[in-house]
């Protein structure tokens, strides 16, 4: 089945640990990036990993020089089982982060192509490149757009059996129907505001649940 991963990019401690206990039923992994933990501190990632013993991956986009990734995969995974980089800084970089994560188990997530529609202009053009580099320092999953679908396609078609992580569902408009026809079992859907947003956020986590496991 294709996994749910909930982006919680909330901005309050408590509101976090809320969405969290009411969630938890229904998603396989969360997301936290900059807003939450700019909101509070790094230790926010070890109290949801203690709360809800689900796959914690963050997302800080690393994208600097070997060392300095380094030192921010150091911090970061010693608390989340995941991190989130940048590939177009080229794989020195990436492979200063793979170093750190081999040495604790830990796996690292490189983007490819993003979701947005500005992502077209300096993205799109080197994206197929990405995924080719993804595949060849053989990381442990892949960020690519489920706002385009035919572009999805392709880059699951480059790095074959590296999973994909899929944000674009919900508040971007994507389709999840055409998404779920490309991906397969141990890929993730990312879905933030619209079930964060949302009146019941556990009832939206467990309508896309539903929806992942009856394939739509
Ligand atoms: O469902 P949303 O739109 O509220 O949230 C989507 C989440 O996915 C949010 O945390 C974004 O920062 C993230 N994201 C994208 O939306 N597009 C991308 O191309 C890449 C990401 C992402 O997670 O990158 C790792």
Same mark, same amino acid.
């Given at each position: ?15 976090? *640990?809320? &969405? #969290? %206990? =009411?969630?938890? +039923? ?5 997301? !936290?990036?900059?807003?939450? $933990?700019?909101?509070?501190? *790094?230790? &926010? #990632? %070890? =109290?949801?990993? +203690? ?5 914690? !991956?963050?997302?800080?986009? $690393? ?7 380094? %030192? ?145």
């Amino acid at each position: 089945m294709v996994k749910l991963m909930l982006a919680l990019d909330v901005m309050d401690k408590n509101k976090a *640990l809320e &969405i #969290v %206990k =009411e969630t938890s +039923e229904y998603i396989d992994a969360i997301k !936290i990036g900059y807003p939450l $933990v700019l909101a509070t501190d *790094l230790k &926010i #990632v %070890k =109290e949801i990993k +203690e709360l809800s013993n689900k796959e914690i !991956i963050c997302d800080f986009k $690393v994208a600097d020089i070997p060392s300095t990734n380094e %030192k921010i995969a150091k911090l970061t995974l010693q608390y989340a089982d995941g991190i989130i980089c940048h590939g177009f800084v080229g794989e020195d970089s990436v492979k200063a982060i793979q170093n750190i994560a081999k040495e604790n188990n830990k796996k690292v997530i490189m983007v490819t192509e993003m979701s947005h529609p500005g992502a077209v202009m300096f993205m799109q053009p080197i994206a197929n490149e990405l995924a080719k580099l993804a595949k060849k320092l053989g990381v442990d999953g892949v960020v690519a757009p489920s706002t385009r679908p035919e572009r999805l396609k392709e880059i699951k078609e480059i790095v074959g059996e590296i999973s994909i992580i899929s944000p674009g569902i919900g508040a971007q408009g994507g389709d999840l129907e055409k998404v779920l026809r490309i991906l397969s079992n141990d890929d993730y859907i990312i879905v933030g505001r619209s079930i964060y947003n949302s009146e019941s956020p556990k009832e939206s986590a467990k309508m896309y649940k539903e929806k992942l496991k009856n394939n739509f």
